[in-house]
Each structure stands twice: as structure tokens, then as C-alpha cells.
């Protein structure tokens, strides 16, 4: 069974720049959650989706970021404009149902310069 | 809010045993996950409890206190490869995202 897939692994911008990251759950996984991860932090959720549908985005910075589920499976999550505090590891999480056992893609590590 | 708390760091010896411990305070639960996070990588799955007591799985076990609001990783026979950072989360519902602790960074030496 493949695993949480996302791209890019890595991404250098500069501030006030746009990017965006895709991420594509485990096949029959039904939720599916964006996290931010700090250095020496554990991930922080951003948004989690139930199918289609945002269920939580309550700690998505809604000014610069965004992020959508079309069809329910694959996902992306975008910054416009990014700031030098953006800069982090973006991980990506996907379960069969909202509170079971969620398993982690490698994440996109950004550097905002 | 949300506190949970472990270690910042630890460092063990190879072929030892080393406990991680993790204390929470929340205002639901529903369940206690341990993940472990080499450098760079992304959280891998290690145990779930849900009930009072130890569950084992190979050389790692887990433990859950309720009441105590208290869970610990055991790990036995440590290796080298285990040296990674080790987080706690906890589940607050059957149907919420899980609020993780910082972690333990764990260092195996020989």
C-alpha cells in the first residue's frame, strides 16, 4: 500500500512570493489533514477535510493561506503572499475516518528568505 | 488550552532500556498516540492506547494512565536507528485532529 505522497520534499522562495504544496492521501482515506512543524515543535494542525468538506481550518491563517480537497482526494495547500515566519516543515496526514490512527507524509520543508 | 508535556531530551546507552514519558492535560480524550520522527522525515506510527495499561509490540511497549493523565514509551534493546525525536498526541474526540506534544529528541550512544 503506498503511502502519503506530497511535493515538493523541498522549496526556497522568497518573501512575498506565492507557493504551493499537493499532497495525495492513502488510497481509501477519507480525512485528510494539513500540519505545520516548527524546529524542536510537533506539528500544529492547519486544516482537516472529511472528503470534500473543511472541517477544521479554525488555526488556518486565512489571510495568506488557503487550501482545497477537490473530489475528495488529492489536496493543496497554498501561501500568497509568504513571510519569513512561514518557513517550516508541511506535513501532511491522512486516516480512514476523523480519529483513527493518521499516517504522515515526508512533508515539504520551505525556507523563505 | 491543550498542555502536554515530555522531555525535551534524552540519552541512552546502546543495548539499554529508556522510558519517555508524556503528561497531559486536555479537555477531552479519546486516546494516546506514540510517534517517532527520524531527523527530517515524517512521523511514523508506533502505538495507540486507549485503555489503562501496557500494550507491548516488540521492543517497544506503552503505557496509559487515565487517571493520571500520564502515558510512557518504553523502548528495550535500544539501537542506534532509534535515535529520533518521540512524539506524544493525544486524541481529544472520536472525530477532532490530534494536539501533539513538542517531543522527546532521543540519542543513542554507544
Known amino acids: 500500500e503506498a503511502g502519503v505522497v506530497q511535493s515538493p520534499r523541498y522549496k526556497i522562495i522568497e518573501k512575498k512570493q506565492p507557493v504551493a504544496f499537493w499532497c495525495n492521501p492513502i488510497s481509501g482515506h477519507n480525512t485528510l489533514y494539513w500540519y505545520l512543524q516548527n524546529l524542536g515543535q510537533g506539528p500544529e494542525l492547519l486544516i482537516r477535510y472529511e472528503n470534500e468538506e473543511a472541517v477544521d481550518d479554525s488555526q488556518l491563517p486565512k489571510d495568506r493561506f488557503s487550501a482545497e480537497r477537490l473530489k475528495g482526494v488529492d489536496s493543496t495547500l497554498k501561501i500568497q503572499p509568504a513571510e519569513l515566519g512561514d518557513s517550516a516543515v508541511y506535513l501532511c496526514a491522512s486516516s480512514r475516518n476523523g480519529g483513527e490512527t493518521q499516517y504522515f507524509g515526508p512533508g515539504t520543508r520551505l525556507l523563505v528568505l | 488550552g491543550q498542555n502536554i508535556d515530555q522531555p525535551t531530551e534524552m540519552t541512552a546507552t546502546e543495548g539499554a532500556i529508556v522510558q519517555i514519558n508524556c503528561t497531559y492535560q486536555?479537555?477531552?480524550?479519546?486516546?494516546l498516540f506514540w510517534y517517532q520522527q527520524h531527523a527530517g522525515e515524517a512521523p511514523t506510527f508506533l502505538s495507540y492506547?486507549?485503555?489503562?495499561g501496557l500494550e507491548e509490540k516488540g521492543r517497544f511497549s506503552s503505557f496509559l494512565s487515565r487517571s493520571k493523565g500520564y502515558s510512557y514509551l518504553l523502548l528495550k534493546e535500544l539501537q542506534m536507528k532509534d535515535s529520533a525525536s518521540y512524539l506524544c498526541a493525544v486524541s481529544l474526540s472520536g472525530n477532532t485532529p490530534l494536539v501533539f506534544g513538542k517531543g522527546t529528541r532521543l540519542s543513542v550512544i554507544a
Open positions: 486536555t479537555s477531552g480524550f479519546n486516546g
Open positions: 492506547n486507549v485503555l489503562d
